[in-house]
């Protein structure tokens, strides 16, 4: 029987009792987006302060961006805004969503923060083409500029469901 070197019977003894490096699970995949992304991402996630962005944030304010623009059709949407203001409640607003996701852009490395940002654009020219423009934007000149998204028309969540 042939013997194994001490070398090779002391390293599998240390891989043994070496301790676990991570206190998280490893993050779910992003749709659309690499791992090393997502892993820059999930650092961002679970070291941030603000409050309305917590682990699986972005994956969930991707989905409501989507979940926005997919219907079939050329009728034109309308995001609303939501009564509950809650960090969960507040990303069925697909403005919310998008401002989080903005967030997120924000903060992230050089190189996640343009794969993300690619990803982003293409779901914002959708936006701006399924969406109407505010005529009375000039009124309400409350808005910064570089938040665009809430320059559009916005609907009555009641008008769409048939409930009042």
Not at 88 to 96: A, K
């Amino acid at each position: 029987m042939p013997r194994n070197r001490p070398g090779a019977l002391r390293a599998a003894q240390r891989a043994r009792h070496r301790p676990r490096r991570w206190d998280t699970p490893s993050p779910d995949r992003i749709h659309g987006l690499s791992a090393r992304t997502g892993i820059a991402v999930h650092r961002f996630e679970a070291l941030s302060s603000d409050y309305y962005v917590f682990p699986g944030v972005t994956d969930r304010a991707l989905r409501r961006y989507r979940a926005f623009l997919t219907p079939p059709g050329r009728r034109p949407r309308y995001p609303f805004l939501e009564d509950c203001s809650c960090r969960g409640c507040s990303l069925l607003d697909v403005r919310h969503a998008r401002d989080v996701l903005a967030t997120v852009l924000r903060h992230l490395p050089r190189r996640p923060r343009a794969e993300l940002s690619r990803l982003v654009a293409a779901l914002d020219a959708v936006y701006l083409a399924r969406t109407l423009p505010d005529p009375f934007v000039a009124v309400r000149r409350q808005w910064r500029s570089h938040v665009w998204w809430y320059r559009r028309l916005e609907g009555c969540r009641y008008a769409a469901t048939g409930t009042v």
